[in-house]
């Protein structure tokens, strides 16, 4: 009888060690009971795993969770969840939300990708910190981020692209700060309300491919980023939001292909950017006022494929391009005047196939002193070098 009454409690002591084991056996568990840390990555790819997963009764996953299936229709099983390295939600054709993963507070980066009936991020809004960032991408149901309103800071990238029925950024409001934004191919986007509390970009901002999108009204507090390209928005009207963007762009400005963009108005109080400027395709621009207080770019000025563009003058207060000035390909354009203050210009001058430009007079200066590669070509004029320098400039 005393064997029996020794044996029991061995016996119960068993039964919990083991209810609540891995699903690997090469992952480490960190305390036990009920509240473990897995530590190693797990890959979900069917609903009945989803479900099970709750009897494995882990609250921290240190690595990655991956959940990819095509009859996943729910992450119910994920309820006691308050911790995970990285998660991922891809290829998930029948989840329409993600109820299950509420009580997660802390990750260092989420990805949700191609879950294509997904309709709300809605049950992240207990997330207040992501370390490395997150990726939207291909979820053509969502139509906003809210559920993400309590993350106030992104150290990573934040790519929010190919969604398309995503209107606006809501749900960002409280994020101040990132090192990387890129916004690309979201067919639907029309508002980047939502981001109107950012004020640094650290690195990168891109904004493209964004086919509904009419301004950048939502980017008004926005006061420094180091590389700005905002290229493709077939309807952009407007760079107006930009006008708080201050002093100086250490890395590039780029401006291309939006064939709505009447002016460049909304970029005057930049004062230099620090390697290349470039306005490249913006089929109805007829002048580059906006850019009149920029003093220097570090590296390459290039004005091409602009096709009603009749004036430069908004560069006459450029002092110094580092090593190329290139102006390419723009149709309409008749004189360079706007360049006759550029005093310092290293390697290459390039005037190529700008059909009717005859008065090249606006390069004399830097002619004067350039001893760089000089290159005119398939304008209407296309003097030499020597020529501007003797006067020769126009016909």
């Known amino acids: ?38 530590v190693g990555s797990i890959e979900l790819n069917t609903q009945n795993e989803v479900d099970d997963f709750t009897n494995n009764c882990y609250t921290e996953i240190t690595y990655a969770l991956k959940i990819s299936g095509e009859d996943i229709t729910n992450l119910d099983g994920l309820q006691n969840l308050t911790y995970v390295g990285s998660l991922v939600l891809m290829d998930n054709d029948s989840l329409i939300n993600i109820d299950g993963i509420q009580n997660i507070t802390s990750m260092e980066s989420i990805s949700i990708i191609n879950n294509v009936s997904l309709l709300s991020l809605g049950s992240l809004e207990n997330l207040t910190s992501l370390k490395s960032g997150m990726r939207v991408i291909g979820n053509n149901s969502i139509i906003n981020l809210i559920g993400l309103q309590n993350v106030t800071s992104f150290n990573g990238l934040i790519q929010i692209s190919d969604n398309n029925s995503l209107i606006n950024m809501e749900g960002l409001e409280n994020i101040t700060s990132i090192k990387n934004l890129h916004i690309r191919n979201n067919d639907a986007l029309i508002s980047l309300e939502g981001l109107q509390n950012l004020t640094h970009v650290d690195t990168n901002l891109y904004i493209s491919l964004n086919d509904a999108l009419i301004n950048l009204d ?41 064939y ?18 470039k306005i490249e395709g913006n089929s109805i621009l007829t002048n580059l006022d906006g850019l009149e207080n920029i003093s220097s770019v570090g590296y390459s000025l290039e004005i091409k494929n602009n096709d009603m563009l009749t004036d430069i003058s908004g560069l006459n207060n450029i002092r110094q391009v580092g090593t190329n000035l290139v102006i390419n390909n723009n149709p309409v354009l008749t004189n360079l ?59």
């Open 1 to 38: 009888m005393k064997k029996l009454k020794l044996l029991l409690p061995l016996i119960l002591l068993n039964l919990i060690l083991f209810s609540c084991g891995s699903d690997d056996d090469n992952a480490d568990i960190e305390n036990e009971g009920c509240e473990t840390t897995y």
């Open 337 to 395: 005047n706007g360049l006759q203050n550029i005093g310092s210009l290293r390697m290459s001058l390039n005037i190529i196939n700008n059909s009717i430009l005859t008065d090249l007079c606006g390069i004399q200066p830097i002619c004067n002193i350039f001893t760089g590669e000089f290159l005119t070509e398939s304008n209407a004029y296309n003097p030499s070098q020597q020529d501007i320098i003797d006067g020769n400039c126009s016909q």
């Open 218 to 258: 939502g980017l008004l507090n926005l006061t420094s980023v180091n590389h700005l390209s905002i290229d493709e928005n077939s309807v952009l009207i407007s760079l107006s939001g930009l006008q708080n963007v201050d002093i100086r762009m250490q890395e590039e400005l780029y401006i291309g292909y939006n």
């Open 260 to 277: 709505s963009l009447p002016n460049l108005d909304g970029l005057q109080n930049i004062k230099s950017v620090g390697r290349y400027l």
